[in-house]
């Protein structure tokens, strides 16, 4: 039996944030993959305060199976040890604290004229604090009740809480995101070619990461892709908010493509004043936009008679995160040996950084996880912004493991977007009044200089 084979009874997948809005999208991963991801068990488990929304995905995904016509037993429920026991995969989707909690983290930033984004800057510091101590206790969960299953974390800020797994428990977690896979099918759209015959060589960290090489049939193309208009526009578009006006020469000077997040660094004076308009103008920061697309899908997810997953949920954003999980899941349960961009630790394949740093890059996946591929030296041109940030993601992670209000303030102090001492202080003092009630390690507040 290949070594990727952990269950020959049929598999057994359990989803923690089960009651979240992304779940038809993984279950619709499972239907497309039943002849080579043999599913016989799907465990759903969130929390209490999930209750009507866990009920509503239970019997959506209970209708898309019968549809199907597979033999997929489906429970939902609030006892995660349950869910997690003898599973052989474990997905994790949680959302401490719910898009309120993601509506303050985008707001407060703002206030100091940083960016508001739910994974990048003080939003993302925020959102890491909150989850990282819930991620470990799962973690831990998966190491005691199935210590032979893989757990893929797709909880945001993905690459900050897969480090803090791999490096405090000895759960087998992979870090997943879909930005690597929405820009290879974005490329191969544009240039109408098959997916399956364009590769892209990634590099840096989760939503810091650039394509650095493409290549289709074997044939490196990157200097045509830099310079095909459709592909130009995408990218630039993306990034500034004007266009390709605020982007003037900055794909042909990378030698690269940088990934939609990058956006917020190369061209983040313009955002933020894009950010405050739109609050001005009563649109709401991205939380309240995805409050009230939730808010309709759950409405649609409701209706008894839609067994399939809608089209509107691709308003939701997460595109192609089912495609990059399963197919993830496929090459380790079929040793596969296929090659998948994920978030693991270096060991080594960029050198720039510590061997347990994880890292946003080229896999080779098979029946004994992801392994990174090699990568060399960081380019000049981006490896001093991956090491300022991979700073202050070891630093947020060591914040969140400790309750350390110091080191957090250190963490902040780290981040590139953060401009100096006094600012990272306030922000720190109103993240954390803001976020009291999901913190309560960080009881002790941050050191009053006067009172040294």
């Known amino acids: 039996m290949p070594p990727g084979r952990v269950c020959s009874g049929g598999l057994k997948l359990a989803v923690i944030g089960g009651g979240s809005s992304y779940t038809p999208e993984l279950v619709d991963g499972v239907i497309r993959r039943a002849d080579e991801l043999p599913v016989k068990r799907i465990a759903l488990a969130d929390i209490p305060d999930s209750r009507e929304k866990l009920d509503i995905?239970?019997?959506?995904?209970?209708?898309?199976?019968?549809?199907?016509?597979?033999?997929?037993?489906?429970?939902?429920?609030?006892?995660?040890?349950?869910?997690?026991?003898?599973?052989?995969?474990?997905?994790?989707?949680?959302?401490?604290?719910?898009?309120?909690?993601?509506?303050?983290?985008?707001?407060?930033?703002?206030?100091?004229?940083?960016?508001?984004?739910?994974?990048t800057g003080p939003g993302g510091f925020a959102k890491a604090l909150r989850t990282i101590p819930v991620a470990l206790d799962i973690a831990r969960d998966v190491e005691r009740l199935a210590p032979d299953a893989w757990l893929i974390n797709f909880t945001n800020p993905s690459g900050i809480v897969t480090e803090a797994v791999t490096r405090h428990t000895g759960a087998r977690c992979i870090g997943l995101c879909n930005v690597p896979m929405s820009m290879q099918r974005m490329i191969a759209a544009r240039l109408g070619i098959d997916p399956r015959s364009v590769k892209v060589e990634f590099v840096g960290l989760n939503h810091l990461s650039w394509a650095r090489r493409v290549t289709v049939n074997g044939t490196d193309v990157t200097r045509a892709i830099l310079s095909h208009d459709l592909v130009r526009r995408e990218f630039e578009h993306a990034g500034g908010v004007g266009g390709a006006a605020?982007?003037?020469?900055?794909?042909?000077?990378?030698?690269?493509?940088?990934?939609?997040?990058?956006?917020?660094?190369?061209?983040?004076?313009?955002?933020?004043?894009?950010?405050?308009r739109q609050i001005q103008e009563g649109?709401?920061?991205?939380?309240?936009?995805?409050?009230?697309?939730?808010?309709?899908?759950?409405?649609?997810?409701?209706?008894?008679?839609?067994?399939?997953?809608?089209?509107?949920?691709?308003?939701?954003?997460?595109?192609?995160?089912s495609e990059a999980a399963?197919?993830?899941?496929?090459?380790?349960?079929?040793?596969?040996?296929?090659?998948?961009?994920?978030?693991?630790?270096?060991?080594?394949?960029?050198?720039?950084?510590?061997d347990d740093a994880v890292v946003e890059t080229n896999c080779l996946v098979n029946g004994t996880g992801a392994h990174p591929v090699a990568q060399g030296p960081l380019p000049d041109?981006?490896?001093?912004?991956?090491?300022?940030?991979?700073?202050?993601?070891r630093l947020t992670v060591e914040a969140a493991v400790k309750g350390d209000a110091g080191v957090a303030y250190l963490a902040l102090l780290a981040h590139p977007l953060v401009p100096g001492a006094a600012i990272a202080r306030s922000l720190l003092e109103d993240i954390l009044r803001a976020n009291a009630g999901h913190l309560p390690g960080f009881e002790k507040p941050l050191k009053d200089n006067k009172d040294s």
Not at 311 to 317: T, V
């Open 283 to 321: 649109r709401g920061t991205r939380a309240d936009q995805v409050m009230a697309i939730e808010k309709e899908l759950f409405k649609r997810y409701a209706d008894p008679g839609l067994s399939e997953k809608p089209a509107e949920l691709s308003q939701r954003g997460g595109a192609w995160y």
């Open 381 to 393: 041109s981006i490896r001093g912004l991956v090491q300022h940030v991979k700073a202050y993601e």
């Open 57 to 119: 995905i239970a019997g959506l995904t209970r209708r898309m199976i019968q549809r199907a016509g597979l033999d997929i037993e489906v429970t939902a429920g609030f006892d995660r040890e349950r869910a997690i026991s003898g599973a052989d995969f474990v997905v994790t989707q949680f959302r401490v604290g719910g898009l309120a909690a993601r509506a303050q983290d985008e707001r407060i930033p703002l206030k100091y004229n940083i960016i508001g984004q739910e994974t």
């Open 326 to 354: 399963l197919a993830c899941v496929s090459a380790i349960y079929n040793d596969r040996d296929e090659v998948h961009v994920l978030n693991v630790p270096s060991r080594g394949a960029v050198p720039d950084l510590p």
């Open 246 to 276: 605020d982007a003037p020469g900055l794909l042909d000077a990378l030698g690269m493509i940088p990934s939609y997040y990058l956006r917020y660094y190369y061209f983040h004076d313009a955002l933020v004043e894009d950010e405050k």
